[in-house]
């Protein structure tokens, strides 16, 4: 089961993630707009989303450039997949190579010979590269 962490600095962010994260961020800041709009005189209610703005508005902004940028390139996004940093991919190579069979982890040899930066850019044949608020992550072009 991979993290919940959609920031850049994951290894590994699983799109359902980013989904559920932007709508949690834009319903959070909906919810004190509403405030606002229905207390226009409350200063606190105002204090309140100017404080969410600043917390949040760069992140929300960031997740949904990553949505739209990731999501072109997977047509698959809406029902989960996996975006790899270019930092972890050579590892991300070697435990998909485990999961479909394709190493024994039992089996030593030729196993510990593998030159698992080389498996991962042919790999990387079939994913697409993007920028993610200053990152290189991969997903599956699909």
């Not at 606190?44 to 999501?71: P, S, V």
């Not at 029902?79 to 972890?88: A, K, M, P, S, W």
């Not at 790999?123 to 993007?130: A, E, G, P």
Request: hydrophobic content about 30%.
């Amino acid at each position: 089961m991979y993290s919940r962490d959609t920031s850049n600095s994951a290894d590994i962010i699983d799109s359902r993630n980013v989904i559920d994260r932007i709508q949690e961020l834009e319903s959070e800041r909906g919810i004190l707009q509403d405030a606002v709009d229905e207390s226009p005189d409350d200063t606190g209610y105002k204090q309140d989303l100017a404080d969410w703005n600043g917390d949040y508005a760069d992140e929300l902004h960031n997740l949904k450039t990553l949505a739209e940028e990731a999501g072109q390139y997977s047509s698959e996004w809406p029902d989960g997949v996996c975006l790899i940093r270019d930092t972890y991919f050579a590892e991300y190579a070697e435990e998909e190579a485990f999961s479909i069979g394709a190493i024994d982890r039992d089996v030593n040899w030729p196993f510990n010979h593998i030159d698992w930066e080389a498996a991962a850019k042919e790999l990387k044949q079939d994913y697409s590269c993007f920028d993610y608020d200053g990152e290189d992550y991969w997903v599956r072009s699909t």
